[in-house]
């Protein structure tokens, strides 16, 4: 959860996946790979982007890093403060909140002893609320790393979270892996 | 039954597999296209077949692709949308999770008509593990010699790839989208020029929502004739609805333009009626953007006739008593809801996702939010209504991007359907729910 400041460096494997994804866009348009590859560093990085790992980006990019920041800091996937290990996004907009959507966030935070908003003290949770996910069919939803849960209830949740304390749930995995 | 085009097959296990795809006739729309019809002549037949793009805005695809720069010496090309971010929408999310061939072949079949030699599917980022599913179909594709240099053996090639966004609902909007595409902001651009013109990279480019893409194999295998004798008016064709809210049967539905909406609501086959037996209250029949009905017009138009599921029928009326198609995007409300909560949550959402680059957009989405939040907290005046109407008023039509009608629609319809349930909670101090 500390921000390192030694420079951060992929391995070989991240490296040769940044380049495929580079190799999408035509010659000198290796830009529009930022969205991609930030997604990979922020999952690198423990689930959020310090200001040395988008620097990194920038130079793996060939960019300057004020155009990594104003990315990072405009889309809503990524987070620009430390998280826990495991990030639960709770869906809050209209359909998911005409089937209970409030409950849903209530419920994890009591049994988290967090606001939405927070990280609890062990570092192992961050609870947020989120905008919809085009689930509202099976609402109310959460989304965490690049798993969706749908049609949730207070039963579910209890499972899903006792389960997660288990395992030790780590929601920030490379999505292309 | 209602025909189904998009969704059929959708239940055969293992239909993302490109084996199953092809044994039930997946990507022979592909091959006819590229034997039997010239470029032009596809967009031809996707001129006559009526198609209408189904992201939104229910342009008319073939005259869209008509449009594309063709003198110019720049590449052309297609982009997917597949940034499904319209609270009330969840249609394109199964396409690619479920039938990821059908898009795909829908991708080649258009990029042949702009005569694309690269395509792109822009999809939002919280739906990775769809990218996943159409990224391993993709590559199934190119084993196949479906995509890549000469496609079945023609001298047609081309590449597609995915791209991810990171949260956004204002990359939706095809310009914004372009930039987002670019590694930039989904800041949307001015236009004219459009992106036909002056598009991904600065080179022609058409936007097609996902579902108008996987339209397209249909329409070649059985001729633009038999899908403009679906539907009613110029809403020709099926189009998926989202259905959800407080009916018995959540999920998406493949109909015929021209369903009456009473039946869509009330039958078994679609959504089985309101739950518990509870009375209809309200619907915002398109995604969160189109102005919210009460029940008796989502019913019936102001004249009494019956309203059906079209693009005509649904904006009779105008925003007097009409609504609009939108996405698709169908939101019930029963006799238990709060109007003016609801569309607080909706005033949240425009303020999260304004860009920000137009002060009227910028700053009325935050105003409207905070009043609203005023008036469901109990401490709203009779005056924060009409303050809230005249925001609405000023934001619509005064910005850069649609995004700013759609954050006013939904403020001035409630406001003006539902008006006594706003003074209600002014008068009471309290929301009465
Ligand atoms: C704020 C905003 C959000 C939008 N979101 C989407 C979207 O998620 N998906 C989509 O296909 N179109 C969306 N659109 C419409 C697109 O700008 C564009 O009209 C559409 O992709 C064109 O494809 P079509 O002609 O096939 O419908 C949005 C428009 C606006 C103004
Ligand atoms: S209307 Fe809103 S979202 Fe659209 S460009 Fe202006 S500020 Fe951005
Ligand atoms: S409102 Fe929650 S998924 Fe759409």
Same mark, same amino acid.
């Given at each position: 959860m500390q921000e390192n400041n030694k420079v951060p460096e992929f391995n070989s494997e991240t490296l040769d996946l940044i380049a495929q994804l580079i190799k999408r866009y035509p010659e000198g348009r290796q830009k529009s790979a930022l969205l991609p590859v930030l997604h990979i560093a922020q999952a690198e990085n423990q689930g959020w982007l310090s200001p040395g790992m988008m620097d990194y980006v920038a130079l793996l990019l060939h960019i300057e890093p004020i155009e990594v920041y104003e990315v990072a800091s405009f889309y809503s996937m990524y987070n620009l403060k430390p998280v826990g290990n495991c990030v639960i996004e709770v869906c809050q907009t209209g359909p998911c909140w005409l089937k209970g959507a409030e409950n849903i966030v209530a419920h994890f935070e009591s049994r988290l002893g967090i606001k939405s908003g927070e990280t609890t003290a062990d570092g192992k949770f961050t609870l947020k609320t989120v905008e919809c996910l085009a689930a509202c069919g099976t609402a109310p939803v959460i989304q965490v790393g690049t798993e969706y849960h749908e049609n949730l209830t207070p039963e579910k949740i209890d499972q899903l979270l006792d389960q997660w304390n288990a395992e030790n749930k780590i929601s920030h995995t490379n999505p292309y892996l | 039954m209602a025909t189904q085009i998009l969704l059929k097959n959708i239940d055969v296990p293992g239909l993302t597999d490109i084996h199953v795809y092809k044994g039930l006739g997946g990507y022979s729309a592909l091959e006819k296209a590229l034997k039997n019809f010239t470029p032009d002549q596809v967009t031809e037949e996707v001129k006559k077949s009526g198609l209408r793009g189904r992201?939104?805005? @229910?342009?008319p695809t073939g005259m869209k692709w008509g449009f594309i720069d063709k003198q110019s010496e720049k590449p052309r090309y297609l982009v997917c949308n597949y940034d499904e971010s319209e609270p009330g929408t969840f249609k394109d999310r199964y396409i690619g999770e479920l039938n990821p061939h059908q898009l795909i072949e829908g991708m080649i079949i258009g990029s042949y008509a702009l005569g694309a030699k690269s395509a792109y599917i822009y999809i939002r980022g919280e739906l990775f593990y769809v990218i996943k599913i159409i990224e391993k179909a993709i590559q199934e594709a190119y084993k196949n010699g479906l995509l890549g240099n000469n496609i079945l053996g023609s001298d047609y090639s081309l590449d597609l790839y995915c791209h991810p966004g990171a949260g956004a609902y204002i990359c939706g909007e095809e310009t914004a989208l372009l930039e987002s595409l670019e590694g930039k902001r989904g800041n949307p651009r001015i236009k004219p020029p459009f992106p036909a013109i002056?598009?991904?990279?600065?080179c022609p480019t058409v936007v097609n929502n996902v579902e108008t893409i996987a339209a397209l194999p249909w329409i070649i295998t059985n001729g633009s004739a038999a899908y403009s004798a679906i539907g009613i008016g110029n809403s020709k064709g099926t189009k998926l609805i989202s259905a959800c809210g407080h009916i018995n049967k959540p999920g998406i539905y493949e109909i015929e333009l021209g369903l009456p909406v009473e039946e869509f609501i009330y039958s078994d086959e679609y959504c089985g009626g309101i739950i518990n037996g509870n009375k209809l209250k309200a619907v915002v029949a398109g995604g969160s953007s189109v102005p919210i009905l009460p029940a008796e017009l989502i019913l019936k138009t102001a004249a009494g006739e019956p309203r059906l599921m079209s693009y005509e029928s649904l904006a009779e009326g105008g925003f007097k008593t009409g609504t609009m198609m939108g996405s698709g995007g169908f939101i019930v409300m029963d006799h238990t809801t709060c109007i003016v909560k609801n569309l607080l949550t909706f005033a949240r959402f425009y303020r999260h996702e304004s860009c920000g680059q137009c002060s009227p957009c910028r700053e009325g989405t935050s105003w409207m939010e905070k009043i609203l939040m005023r008036i469901e907290g109990g401490? @709203?005046?009779?005056k924060d209504i009409d303050l809230l109407v005249n925001i609405a008023k000023h934001v619509e039509g005064n910005t850069i991007c649609p995004l700013g009608d759609a954050a006013a629609w939904p403020v001035a319809s409630a406001i003006l359907h539902f008006r006594e349930e706003f003074e209600e909670h002014v008068k009471l101090q309290k929301c009465p729910f």
């Open positions: - | 992201g939104g805005a @229910g342009f002056v598009g991904l990279y600065d401490q @709203g005046t009779m």
